[in-house]
């Protein structure tokens, strides 16, 4: 039973598809680690996108990738984010902002989750500059030329890329 003037645990959810996850992603996550109690790395179904690892795969190479981080936890997450967020009792929805062309998108689904679920926040958070460029889709089309992704990516990550291109199936 918890103590009747104990402070709730604060919860951010980091939702995304990680397809991969890359240094920029979790840049944003040790930045969103320091701010709250728990984060929910939340991989997100888009329907609109077809992605080059399964659910299974991007939740195994979050989970390698964020070991050392104790406070982290992932799930897979089908429906409409807010109310994963409202169901986990989160504060606030993580969201990484690498440049202005990023804003306008962001805000207006900002504004819609304030809508649907007025009391999480959403918290806008920027990588170090170093990661400004970086995302999932230039990293993938690296690895598919046989481009170098290691300083993009961990280790496991970009060994499951090269695996991923170097079958005839890809």
Excluded: W
Aim: glycine residues 6%.
């Amino acid at each position: 039973m918890a103590e009747p003037n104990a402070i709730a645990p604060k919860v951010a959810i980091y939702p995304g598809s990680f397809d991969p996850i890359t240094f920029g992603h979790l840049d944003i996550l040790e930045r969103a680690v320091s701010l709250f109690d728990r984060v929910i790395v939340a991989l997100a179904f888009n329907p609109g996108k077809n992605p080059l690892f399964s659910l299974e795969e991007r939740k195994a190479m979050i989970l390698e990738a964020v070991c050392n981080l104790p406070t982290v936890t992932v799930a897979e997450v089908p429906g409409l984010m807010v109310e994963f967020a409202r169901d986990q009792g989160a504060v606030a929805l993580i969201r990484g902002l690498r440049a202005v062309s990023d804003f306008e998108f962001e805000f207006q689904m900002a504004l819609m989750n304030r809508k649907l679920a007025p009391r999480v926040n959403t918290v806008f958070l920027m990588p170090h500059v170093n990661y400004t460029y970086l995302n999932s889709s230039i990293v993938r089309e690296v690895a598919r030329f046989g481009g170098d992704v290691s300083p993009f990516v961990p280790p496991g990550v970009a060994r499951r890329l090269l695996e991923k291109f170097a079958s005839p199936a890809s």
